[in-house]
């Protein structure tokens, strides 16, 4: 877990996607090889940014990729040494085009990311701070297929979870105090809506 920071995170992750994708289309388990068995954040990253974006609204990706960050969260949580997928998930393809449009997110991000990070709040993303926010980041999973039902849910959470794995790759534990209120507002929908209707 330690593995995921530098200079530039963000960034350097959208250039090692472009390396991924150099051949065409790429799955699950080319990407997770490209950044290292170790990357719980980083594939953390990728699958919260996807979710916060318009795929969200596709059929079953809130579970699909809800599973994702369960699995990979829950790992990090218990702490795993490296990324585990079902072998159905590692052979899921990405296609070159979805790659292209998440690294023209992610370029955005690290310029946002990098010119406000600071190491504030360390302890809140130190080692056993990582441990609780990846065991907040798994919960979120579990939930994410209930979101199916709440347009535009997912999304925050994504946005929420995105925000926590920033912090954590970049040693900012206000990124966290930003993400998890998003996260926990977006698994609160559901109940909203149902008390709402049903009372």
């Known amino acids: 877990m330690a593995n995921d920071a530098a200079a530039h995170p963000i960034d350097?992750?959208?250039?090692?996607?472009?390396?991924?994708?150099?051949?065409?289309d790429a799955t699950f388990g080319d990407v997770i090889s490209k950044f290292g068995r170790?990357?719980?954040s980083t594939v953390l990253l990728m699958s919260a940014l996807v979710l916060a974006s318009p795929l969200s609204g596709v059929p079953f990706a809130s579970t699909v990729f809800g599973m994702l960050i369960f699995v990979i969260a829950g790992q990090a949580?218990?702490?795993?040494?490296?990324?585990?997928?079902?072998?159905?998930?590692?052979?899921?393809?990405?296609?070159?085009?979805?790659?292209?449009?998440?690294?023209?997110?992610?370029?955005?991000?690290?310029?946002f990311f990098d010119k406000f990070r600071r190491a504030r709040l360390r302890g809140v993303v130190g080692r056993a701070g990582q441990h609780v926010l990846f065991g907040i980041c798994a919960v979120a999973g579990v939930f994410l297929p209930v979101l199916e039902f709440v347009p535009f849910s997912s999304s925050i959470?994504?946005?929420?979870?995105?925000?926590?794995?920033?912090?954590?790759?970049g040693r900012d534990g206000l990124?966290?105090?930003?993400?998890?209120?998003?996260?926990?507002?977006?698994?609160?929908?559901?109940?909203?809506?149902?008390?709402?209707?049903?009372?």
């Open 175 to 199: 990124f966290v105090l930003f993400g998890l209120p998003l996260v926990g507002g977006a698994l609160s929908m559901p109940f909203f809506v149902y008390f709402s209707i049903f009372g």
């Open 157 to 169: 959470a994504g946005a929420g979870i995105a925000l926590t794995m920033l912090g954590v790759i």
């Open 38 to 40: 170790t990357a719980f």
């Open 77 to 111: 949580a218990i702490g795993t040494q490296t990324v585990w997928l079902p072998d159905f998930l590692m052979r899921k393809t990405v296609t070159a085009d979805r790659v292209a449009k998440l690294q023209s997110t992610l370029h955005r991000f690290g310029t």
């Open 12 to 24: 350097d992750i959208a250039s090692q996607l472009d390396e991924v994708t150099q051949n065409g």
